[in-house]
């Protein structure tokens, strides 16, 4: 028993020390530094609302939609920058990894604990946004902290899988690379979904089970419990059977546990192809 307390403790001590080097790595040699962090989802957001909010007119009528598009996009660029970095961390620490020995999976969950740090100061940027806005905060909003774990779970999963794609296939990080603009641009966080829902027809069926898909579920679960329960349609209020919000949830699991699986299965020969 003391042994395997002695390896946990180890493991977090390194887990620890790799996420401060990674964060102040990440940043380093930049004039702003760390304020990067919240600067860059800010102008993204900046020229989203414009083209989007203002010239095409894809918003969902209310004053709280600007803080909705960046509780979006900051909750998107979490998982864009967690899998991207946590794809290449098993490569990029190879030298570290042949040199002492620790579990590899350390590695790739540093990645996305670091990801974590970003996207709290992130949060913290929307709630002075939301406080301008006189947005009405509800109890819901002590359901959040359930929302961001399991984002935090997809992009752990994900990142577990890329990285061990990575370290066979180099091919893989241009490959997620298009593959974010596409679900960038596909699912509702630059627009709003009940912009789609409320038309109704082929393309509302459409969208709402577009909410099956367990990123875009978590992300609106996000936006509903943390801004504006009234005009966010969820995957728990736009369906009439009990069991369908189960499924991005059940989604979520096996995403993770194929993750560590296919990470624990590969990691011992991480050595061998890099």
């Not at 894809?58 to 900051?74: A, E, R």
Request: charged share 10%.
């Amino acid at each position: 028993m003391k042994r395997i307390q002695d390896r946990y403790s180890y493991a977090l001590i390194v887990l620890r020390g790799l996420v401060k080097t990674d964060f102040k790595l990440r940043y380093q040699g930049s004039f702003l530094g760390v304020a990067w962090s919240v600067l860059k989802p800010l102008m993204l957001f900046a020229v989203m609302y414009v083209v989007f909010g203002k010239f095409l007119r894809m918003t969902d009528g209310t004053p709280t939609y600007p803080v909705v598009l960046l509780l979006g996009i900051c909750s998107w660029n979490f998982v864009a920058e967690a899998t991207s970095i946590g794809l290449h961390a098993i490569v990029d620490r190879g030298d570290l990894l042949r040199k002492i020995h620790f579990p590899n999976y350390i590695v790739v969950v540093s990645a996305t604990c670091g990801s974590m740090i970003s996207l709290a100061i992130n949060y913290v940027v929307v709630l002075i946004f939301a406080l301008f806005n006189h947005v009405q905060f509800t109890w819901r909003v002590l359901l959040l902290p359930l929302n961001v774990i399991q984002l935090w779970a997809l992009a752990l999963g994900m990142a577990l899988i890329f990285s061990t794609m990575y370290a066979y296939y180099r091919d893989i990080a241009h490959i997620w690379e298009v593959l974010q603009q596409l679900i960038f641009y596909g699912m509702p966080i630059i627009y709003p979904l009940s912009y789609v829902t409320s038309k109704g027809g082929f393309y509302a069926e459409v969208a709402r089970y577009e909410l099956l898909n367990p990123i875009a579920q978590t992300i609106q679960d996000i936006r509903h419990n943390f801004i504006a329960p009234e005009t966010q349609p969820t995957v728990w209020n736009q369906f009439g059977h009990w069991w369908v919000p189960a499924i991005p949830l059940a989604l979520t699991v096996i995403l993770l546990w194929v993750g560590i699986h296919v990470f624990r299965v590969n990691s011992r020969k991480f050595a061998e192809v890099m």
